[in-house]
């Protein structure tokens, strides 16, 4: 997990900066522990039995996704999600997913699109890492678009 949430390049739209220390990934590995006891949405992806990445329900109705780079465009974080979403809307009573991107992240914005989310808003400032503010886009997906 480490070697994911230290590279500047996955971690360039992420929520936070990459990691300093292998002591801040096991801090966020507890945490998805943690969760995983009351809500078990977030799932590992591995490949070769080597840890890529990860998807899952983050609170809520809110799904998202990060991948190694070195795993980029090869279609792993849209099966993952796809088998993610078919999940939730199966064993859930959710009515809708969400997920938030960067607008500059097109990456995200494509899988997102492609995967049936639309675009409901967007907001400026809405986190500030290492002084440097950025924006975000808000994606949803309903049920029934699931379905159909």
Same mark, same amino acid.
């Given at each position: 997990?480490?070697?994911?949430?230290?590279?500047?390049? *996955?971690?360039?739209?992420?929520?936070?900066?990459?990691?300093?220390?292998?002591?801040?990934?096991?801090?966020?590995?507890?945490?998805?522990?943690?969760?995983?006891?009351?809500?078990?949405?977030?799932?590992?992806?591995?490949?070769?039995?080597?840890?890529?990445g990860n998807v899952g329900k983050h609170r809520d109705d809110e799904v998202g996704f990060i991948?190694?780079?070195?795993?980029?465009?090869?279609?792993?974080?849209?099966?993952?999600?796809?088998?993610?979403i078919t999940y939730l809307f199966e064993t859930t009573t959710l009515e809708r997913l969400t997920?938030? *991107?960067?607008?500059?992240?097109?990456?995200?914005?494509?899988?997102?699109?492609?995967?049936?989310?639309?675009?409901?808003?967007?907001?400026?400032?809405?986190?500030?890492?290492?002084?440097?503010?950025?924006?975000?886009v808000y994606f949803t997906l309903p049920r029934g678009d699931w379905a159909r």
């Open positions: 997990m480490y070697a994911l949430y230290r590279d500047p390049r *996955a971690m360039k739209y992420w929520s936070t900066p990459p990691h300093q220390d292998r002591a801040q990934t096991k801090a966020l590995l507890d945490r998805y522990i943690a969760s995983w006891q009351v809500d078990p949405t977030y799932f590992q992806l591995t490949l070769d039995g080597k840890y890529i991948l190694h780079p070195d795993h980029w465009r090869q279609g792993y974080i849209q099966e993952a999600m796809t088998a993610l997920a938030e *991107a960067d607008p500059l992240n097109i990456g995200s914005i494509r899988m997102l699109s492609g995967l049936g989310f639309t675009e409901t808003h967007r907001a400026s400032n809405t986190f500030c890492i290492n002084n440097q503010w950025s924006d975000s």
